[in-house]
């Protein structure tokens, strides 16, 4: 018999598997950051950084304020617990995990290689000479390899040859990341980076995926196939066999969720059979937009009724909320959204737009305020600035007791 989970126990359960309403500790140290990191599973990472770049911000999220340089020693250490590869996009993960990915990176290597009219094919000498200098100097990021292709063409963001080759060598596993220095990805040869545990480990691809969508039912204490899916960018057909063999061992209970459908009928869910079941859930946290709890844009507009875009790409005429827009969590609810920016010259943390969302809790701006305070003190901003608009804006500011930007 298939069991029902009401919508805000889903939530709660949602939120408690990603490591929500625990009792936080002052400062938290390494132990506290290799828990959660091992909770989990992957920190997203993304470039941008107008506000703060997204692999801090779940952490804040979660532990509340910490000194990023000791996630920096732990991340972006050569020796370190961790690297980077494509577990969700692009992510910092357990180096044990590594070996879960080997049949990804035989796909990316077969697909490139399998079409006659590649960069890799065309440059495959290009790509034995990137293998052969990390064996002879590597660890090395691109700006430090020496070659006539290592300039960028086109706009700013354009890469040179050179990184183009050692990025197709790093999704095909012939290379990995060996920590970063000033953002900037150092390349390696695995043998110089992983323990020979690691290295020599070679796991079937049946195997591999059944794991990582059991680490996805942790991760996410419940969801659908799509969800379970896409938490380690994996297909719904692999997918949806590992969901049955974890079902029938008992690991994946079936469920199903009022409201959560495909058409008019209830959609196939499960619920991992130790997620926690908390009767409520206290938070206050600003999110990443590439933060697990909503980087599945329809899972988030399932479960929270939210519906969110990041419209760093929408031309500025056309965007509804803002440049660089977090949600905010209020206990289970996405109550707010917030265009934040880190005016890191003059100090000062700006609010360049505040929405609030239907069904907010009465005291939202009370508590955002005083969650931008916290965020504000964490990124060493001397004050904050709301501009007025978005339908928070005004109430906001008055709960930070300043004046809108443009008032008079």
């Known amino acids: 018999m298939t069991n029902s989970v009401a919508p805000a126990l889903a939530r709660r359960i949602a939120l408690a598997a990603q490591g929500f309403g625990r009792p936080r500790t002052a400062g938290p140290g390494t132990r506290q950051l290799n828990r959660l990191i091992d909770r989990l599973g992957v920190l997203q990472i993304d470039s941008v950084n107008v506000f703060e770049r997204s692999h801090y911000l779940p952490v804040f999220a979660r532990l509340g304020a910490y000194d990023k340089s000791t996630l920096d020693d732990l991340t972006f250490a050569r020796s370190g617990r961790y690297i980077e590869y494509w577990g969700h996009e692009a992510t910092i993960m357990p180096k044990d995990n590594w070996p879960l990915f080997r049949w990804r990176m035989q796909a990316y290597r077969d697909k490139s290689l399998a079409d006659p009219q590649s960069w890799a094919n065309a440059n495959g000498a290009f790509l034995r000479w990137l293998h052969d200098e990390l064996a002879e100097k590597g660890p090395l990021p691109a700006s430090a390899i020496e070659h006539d292709a290592n300039k960028r063409v086109g706009p700013w963001w354009g890469w040179s040859d050179v990184k183009i080759g050692l990025e197709t060598l790093f999704r095909w596993g012939e290379i990995v990341s060996a920590g970063r220095a000033g953002f900037e990805r150092r390349y390696a040869l695995p043998e110089q980076v992983l323990p020979p545990a690691v290295l020599n480990q070679d796991i079937p691809q049946k195997d591999a995926v059944r794991e990582l969508v059991r680490r996805a039912g942790v991760a996410s204490g ?145 508590r955002i305020a005083a969650l931008l305070r916290q965020a504000a003190a964490w990124q060493g901003n001397e004050r904050i600035a709301v501009a007025g608009r978005g339908t928070l804006a005004r109430e906001l500011a008055g709960a930070l007791g300043i004046r809108p930007d443009g008032d008079g």
């Open 222 to 366: 419940i969801g659908t196939l799509d969800d379970l899916a896409d938490y380690y960018r994996l297909s719904s057909a692999h997918a949806q066999i590992a969901v049955r063999e974890l079902e029938d061992a008992g690991e994946l209970l079936p469920v199903t969720v009022p409201g959560w459908l495909r058409g008019t009928r209830p959609r196939e869910a499960w619920l991992h059979r130790d997620a926690r079941r908390p009767r409520s859930i206290e938070a206050s946290a600003l999110l990443s937009p590439f933060d697990p709890v909503v980087w599945a844009r329809n899972r988030a507009l399932r479960m929270f009724d939210f519906h969110y875009r990041i419209e760093i790409y929408t031309p500025k005429h056309q965007r509804v909320h803002g440049y660089y827009v977090l949600p905010v969590l209020l206990d289970d609810h996405l109550s707010a959204r917030l265009d934040l920016k880190n005016d890191r010259a003059a100090g000062v943390l700006r609010v360049q737009a505040a929405w609030l969302e239907p069904g907010a809790p009465a005291d939202a701006a009370e």
